[in-house]
């Protein structure tokens, strides 16, 4: 099977691993605020927190702004449902918004109207995360904007974004907080993981205390409140360390398996390929095509054709508003995302995706689409 998304592991990470597990250190050592203060310079922000997963790194941004049940969160209907999950958990209520058609991010047009829904539902809108889809950066500064005229914070889902760029900043740059995700198949790995940013230092205080289960200091386990065991461990903060030495090079590998796709595809009638927004360096964390109407099969179709052949492919993130779990949640439009959902399927995209294998997967989806 060619995968997806599989993930780049070689002689750096079983070095740095080696070392740690030669220091004894398995759980916890200085790997872990190495690849913090690492982090935190990739993304020009003051503060890093390693975690167990994107969704623990939002669910703790969420929990720090005390986020309850009869408040509102604001998200993109077009995700990945650990982007929302964390809203549940804090007893609060997604509202969803369309995308945008350029960045497939959180529309700024919605968000006024969005305000509105919340409020004829009795709910108080209390943040706006938006997210940094397949590795582009969304349209943050009005978004930005419009949140800072409500007097509410900015909290940025960037899971799917390390290593893309907007106007030069690294995604995540301008938000309170921002989230990312070192999922097994994501560019930079460690094979679960994720990472908390920010630059307000008592909110990244507190953030590390709930992390590591609200243990106050003591020499026995002493709790005033209960927190989560979110913390990463030291053999996952070496792997990390050692791919973000790589990312440059792993984003231009992407990238240019993208380009190869667009280069060999896009003359085939109803083939488009997901668009580079202005200011924005996408990442391409995920390949991703769209069939139009006039394409000669569909997208589930070609998607059944690669897996026959032992390729795997995935349909765009189905839209929130569309999941039966929130069928009654309140909504502003979704006709973009319903649309990109309809057309849309994520190639193969891994940095060790060889030149035969993707032109074996070019000539089986030209044969499929002539």
Avoid at 336 to 341: D, I
């Amino acid at each position: 099977m060619i995968p997806l998304s599989a993930p780049e592991v070689g002689a750096r990470e079983q070095a740095l691993v080696a070392e740690a597990l030669a220091a004894g250190d398995v759980a916890m050592g200085p790997q872990v605020a190495a690849f913090e203060t690492a982090f935190a310079a990739l993304t020009g922000r003051a503060h890093a927190l390693a975690v167990s997963s994107g969704t623990a790194a939002l669910h703790l941004a969420l929990r720090l702004l005390d986020l309850k049940p009869g408040e509102a969160v604001i998200c993109p209907t077009l995700t990945f449902m650990g982007g929302v999950a964390p809203v549940i958990y804090q007893g609060a209520t997604p509202v969803f918004a369309d995308v945008d058609p350029v960045t497939w991010g959180l529309d700024p047009a919605c968000l006024p109207e969005a305000f509105d829904v919340a409020g004829a539902r009795g709910l108080s809108v209390r943040a706006v995360v938006p997210a940094d889809l397949y590795g582009q950066c969304c349209d943050i500064g009005p978004i930005l904007d419009i949140a800072a005229d409500r007097g509410v914070p900015v909290i940025l889902d960037s899971a799917e974004a390390v290593g893309a760029t907007l106007n030069g900043r690294h995604a995540g740059a301008g938000a309170l907080m921002a989230a990312y995700s070192f999922n097994g198949n994501k560019i930079i790995t460690t094979g679960g993981g994720g990472m908390l940013v920010s630059d307000d230092a008592a909110l990244m205080e507190r953030a590390r205390y709930l992390s590591t289960a609200a243990r106050r200091p003591a020499v026995h386990y002493e709790h005033d409140e209960v927190g989560y065991n979110y913390r990463l461990g030291a053999v996952a903060a070496a792997i990390g360390l050692a791919q973000l030495e790589t990312l440059e090079a792993r984003v231009a590998r992407r990238r240019a398996v993208f380009e190869s796709y667009r280069a060999a595809l896009s003359d085939l009638p109803g083939v488009r390929f997901a668009p580079e927004g202005p200011g924005r360096l996408h990442s391409r964390w995920l390949s991703v095509m769209l069939l139009g109407p006039d394409a000669r099969v569909t997208p589930d179709a070609l998607r059944l054709a690669l897996h026959a052949e032992g390729i795997e492919s995935r349909p765009v993130w189905k839209p929130m508003h569309l999941q039966p779990v929130f069928q009654d949640a309140p909504r502003v439009g979704g006709a973009v995302a319903e649309s990109l959902f309809a057309h849309g399927l994520c190639l193969p995209s891994s940095t060790t995706l060889t030149e035969a294998d993707q032109a074996r997967i070019i000539a089986i989806i030209r044969g499929e689409l002539t």
